[in-house]
């Protein structure tokens, strides 16, 4: 049998959700995408090991923002732990509003385009990437102070917050998810690996697995 993914991306209205699902699938991790208001039944009712917050064009302090389902911040992986989050541009931004952190128009540091950061620490996040990298941004708003408790991980030349993390969540400004980004891919890796995702993704293994369940079907 074809077991559930072990991601949830919930789509915000980006135009990359559809490249971070490749993405996963390409490092074989199964995903399933969710608009807002589906998401809320679905977490409810299966369980996962990660979230992720795509990017979208929305500002977070506009009154029809869109806006993830909260129950996504006490959801546990099967063994009990956390599941791990991570917010995607303006799924950061969600994420750092929501938790107590601020969002600003900032005109003068608007980013789009190539970028590039530097790494404040070498977090596990950023495991086997170089300390200063080239990233791809594409935001006008920026998060000018964090919720309790989380720390910057990076910054851009701009000194924009590129980065930041907290426990079992995490956000960054850019987007990991494509190829402008050429370390983003392994950033994507390190954080399937700190939520206990494990490769399930072959092609083969999933032909072979429908046609086990068709022979078990009785006509």
Not at 40 to 52: C, F, G, P, Y
Not at 143 to 164: C, K, M, Q, R, Y
Request: with cysteine.
């Amino acid at each position: 049998m074809i077991s559930l993914p072990n991601v949830a991306i919930i789509e915000l209205g980006s135009q990359y959700t559809l490249v971070i699902e490749r993405t996963l699938r390409e490092l074989g991790v199964r995903s399933v995408i969710l608009d807002p208001k589906r998401a809320k039944t679905w977490l409810k009712n299966n369980s996962l090991k990660a979230v992720i917050f795509s990017g979208g064009a929305a500002s977070v302090y506009d009154n029809d923002a869109p806006q993830p389902p909260v129950e996504v911040f006490s959801l546990t992986r099967q063994d009990g732990q956390p599941v791990a989050i991570l917010g995607i541009c303006y799924g950061m931004q969600w994420l750092a509003q929501h938790l107590g952190g601020h969002v600003k128009e900032m005109p003068h540091n608007r980013e789009y385009g190539k970028a590039h950061i530097i790494c404040d620490f070498h977090h596990n996040f950023f495991a086997d990437t170089p300390i200063h990298q080239e990233v791809w941004m594409s935001h006008g708003d920026s998060v000018t102070s964090l919720p309790e408790g989380f720390s910057i991980l990076a910054h851009s030349d701009t000194n924009t917050v590129a980065a930041i993390a907290r426990d079992s969540i995490f956000g960054v400004q850019f987007h990991p998810e494509v190829t402008h980004t050429p370390y983003g891919k392994t950033m994507l890796k390190n954080f399937l690996q700190f939520a206990g995702c494990q490769s399930d993704w072959q092609p083969t293994s999933i032909v072979a697995s429908i046609q086990e369940d068709v022979a078990k079907k009785t006509w």
